[in-house]
Each structure stands twice: as structure tokens, then as C-alpha cells.
């Protein structure tokens, strides 16, 4: 399949904009570098540990911030920590009610589904 971009907007205390961004669906969140979330998303007081692809864990702490892919606007976690390299991870795709169709190589739009207890 190869790898998937979008185009993105991330809003919160200010703007950020990709017109190519990785999508990474091994990634289970959005991952920005700490010193772009600490100028433009809003911090939580929560850090967590994130396990790389290369096996290591670093501590992020956690933001939160509008989204938009595709059209579609939501609220999203996004983990950041020193010199990370920004990815879009499955937690925001799926909150965005989007996913990657693994024929076309591109983002679709899904229904939203919503688990009742």
C-alpha cells in the first residue's frame, strides 16, 4: 500500500497546519514534537509513557486540540515529547469517523459508531 498522507489542522491556542502528514496506522495516537504542542494545544496535567516502533518508551505528556481531516472536526489527545516526529495515529482517525482504505492508499469517511451501556 506504501504510506498515507493527509492534509491537517490541528487548533487550540493557535494553528497547525500540514499539507502532508504522515498517517501512521501502527500508531495508536497523534504525536507532535513537545515544543509545537507547548506553543499551540492546550496541556492536561497527565504525562504518559509511549512505546516506540524502535522499542523504546519516552515520556509524553498529554494535549488536547481541535482536529480536522477531510472535513471532519473533533476533539483529540495528542502526545508530545522532545524531537517527535508528527504522525496521525489511530485513536484520532477513529474519532474523526475516518480510516485508510488499504486498496486506494487514501483516507475514506466511516459512520460513527457509538457503544451503548
Known amino acids: 500500500m506504501g504510506h498515507v498522507f493527509v492534509k491537517a489542522r490541528f487548533r487550540g491556542r493557535g494553528v497547525?497546519?500540514?499539507?502532508k502528514i504522515l498517517v501512521d496506522t501502527g500508531?495508536?495516537?497523534t504525536v507532535m514534537p513537545l515544543d509545537v504542542a507547548e506553543r499551540h494545544f492546550i496541556e492536561t496535567p497527565f504525562t504518559v509513557d509511549l512505546k516506540l516502533g524502535d522499542g523504546r518508551v519516552v515520556k509524553?505528556?498529554?494535549f488536547?486540540?481541535?482536529?480536522e481531516i477531510e472535513g471532519r472536526r473533533g476533539p483529540l489527545r495528542i502526545m508530545a515529547f522532545e524531537n517527535a516526529i508528527p504522525v496521525v495515529g489511530v485513536d484520532t482517525l477513529?474519532?474523526?469517523g475516518l480510516k485508510v482504505d488499504p486498496?486506494?492508499?487514501?483516507i475514506e469517511k466511516t459512520e460513527y459508531y457509538m457503544l451503548y451501556i
Not at 488536547?64 to 482536529?67: D, K, L, R
Open 16 to 19: 497547525v497546519e500540514f499539507e
Open 27 to 29: 500508531a495508536s495516537f
Open 60 to 62: 509524553a505528556k498529554v
Open 64 to 67: 488536547v486540540a481541535e482536529g
Open 94 to 96: 477513529e474519532t474523526l
Open 103 to 106: 486498496v486506494t492508499g487514501g
